[in-house]
């Protein structure tokens, strides 16, 4: 009689640690990538000339850090616009462009689209995996204090952008 009382109650834990790992696991799914609110996360890579840049190096200006790729449809259609407005931004704003497929011929790509603004080689695949990045074109506005204040599923337009980093402070 004990052993089917112990049987039970042990049966009744793993049966609730179940559901609860069940419930986080929706709950992160129902949520993807970094919040809206939060700090962003620092963090360094090389842009194609093999300089290191980091997040932080550009505190006390408004960021537009856009995560694509050379094979990506929606990106390649959003580059355009991401330049015409790269050439008209004010002085406290920059772009960040991290590509996410550097095995490819990026620095050829950017040359072809004309890309000016900087962009960087998430080689070791980090900062997509720390941004929680699912889909691409994925695009987060950074206010001047390192703060998260939009995130963009999808190709933006110019118009996009501009109403994004002039809403940040």
Same mark, same amino acid.
């Given at each position: 009689?004990? =052993?089917?009382? +112990?049987?039970?109650?042990?049966?009744? +834990? +793993?049966?609730?640690?179940?559901? /609860?790992?069940?419930?986080?696991?929706?709950?992160?799914?129902?949520?993807?990538?970094? *919040?809206? &609110?939060? %700090?962003?996360?620092? !963090?360094?890579?090389? @842009? +194609?000339?093999?300089?290191? /840049?980091? #997040?932080?190096?550009?505190? &006390? =200006? =408004? /960021?537009? #850090?856009?995560?694509?790729? @050379?094979?990506?449809?929606?990106?390649? $259609?959003?580059?355009? *616009?991401?330049? *015409?407005? %790269?050439?008209?931004?004010?002085?406290?704003?920059?772009?960040?462009?991290?590509?996410?497929?550097?095995?490819?011929?990026?620095?050829? !790509?950017?040359?072809?689209?004309?890309?000016?603004?900087?962009?960087?080689?998430? %080689? *070791?695949?980090?900062?997509?995996?720390?941004?929680?990045?699912?889909?691409?074109?994925?695009?987060?506005?950074?206010? %001047?204090?390192?703060?998260?204040? $939009?995130?963009?599923?999808?190709?933006?337009?110019?118009?996009?952008?501009?109403?994004?980093?002039?809403? #940040?402070?």
């Amino acid at each position: 009689m004990i =052993k089917k009382v +112990l049987s039970a109650i042990v049966l009744l +834990l +793993l049966l609730s640690v179940a559901i /609860v790992q069940a419930m986080d696991n929706k709950q992160e799914k129902a949520s993807p990538g970094i *919040e809206e &609110g939060n %700090s962003a996360p620092d !963090f360094e890579l090389k @842009t +194609l000339e093999g300089k290191s /840049v980091k #997040l932080s190096d550009y505190r &006390g =200006k =408004k /960021v537009m #850090l856009n995560f694509w790729a @050379t094979w990506c449809p929606p990106c390649k $259609k959003e580059i355009p *616009e991401m330049e *015409e407005y %790269s050439k008209q931004m004010a002085d406290d704003q920059v772009i960040l462009a991290v590509n996410m497929d550097p095995a490819a011929d990026v620095k050829g !790509f950017a040359a072809k689209m004309g890309m000016t603004f900087p962009i960087l080689l998430d %080689s *070791e695949n980090e900062v997509n995996t720390t941004y929680k990045v699912i889909s691409i074109p994925t695009t987060y506005f950074i206010d %001047s204090n390192g703060v998260i204040k $939009k995130k963009i599923l999808g190709a933006m337009t110019k118009k996009d952008m501009t109403e994004q980093m002039n809403a #940040l402070k």
